[in-house]
């Protein structure tokens, strides 16, 4: 049983209690499995299935994961993902470029094509939309941008550029 290789395409799945981290580390660009469904036994079948790591704020689980397991032994969400990626180094995708919602990877879409779909104020402000392939949810700028250029500057990120009106990047 060996733990994942490369630290640069970490990939994770996250115990039920952390649904939050498991979001922020969707929007960050990690491939990461989130489903409150999962109990214990299934979080660990798939971390080694899946050569995944699983974050967990469970001692006893994370014993029984090993190699595979790693404690979240923080509760603020910065410190989290702070450690994370110390620990395991930068995600494998851009910021915004996975489904918060369900972690699959966004296609970008033409304006015309969500005119019917988005708030026409909205539709009407930006010029660049992203879709899920999966949920069908459309994303646009502002959908997370202030409160990700918070935390972006919380965990000391500078080498994203992220302008006004571009917090969604392909
Ligand atoms: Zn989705």
């Not at 702070?82 to 395991?88: A, D, G, L, P, T």
């Not at 969500?114 to 009407?124: D, G, K």
Request: glycine share 6%; proline share 6%; charged share 30%.
């Amino acid at each position: 049983m060996t733990p994942p290789e490369n630290p640069r395409s970490a990939r994770f799945v996250v115990d039920t209690m952390l649904g939050r981290l498991a979001k922020w580390l969707r929007i960050l660009g990690y491939d990461t499995r989130y489903d409150p469904a999962l109990d214990d036994d299934a979080l660990l079948r798939i971390a080694q299935a899946e050569g995944r790591i699983l974050l967990t704020r469970d001692h006893a689980l994370a014993r029984r994961g090993g190699p595979y397991a790693f404690l979240v032994d923080h509760e603020d969400l910065i410190l989290q993902l702070r450690m994370i990626r110390e620990r395991f180094g930068e995600p494998a995708d851009a910021p915004f470029s996975r489904c918060p919602v369900c972690n699959t990877r966004l296609t970008i879409v033409s304006r015309e094509s969500v005119a019917l779909h988005v708030p026409t104020f909205i539709w009407q402000q930006y010029e660049r939309f992203h879709r899920c392939p999966e949920c069908g949810r459309i994303y646009w700028p502002g959908t997370h941008f202030e409160r990700m250029r918070s935390v972006l500057r919380a965990l000391e990120i500078h080498d994203i550029e992220i302008e006004d009106g571009q917090g969604l990047r392909a």
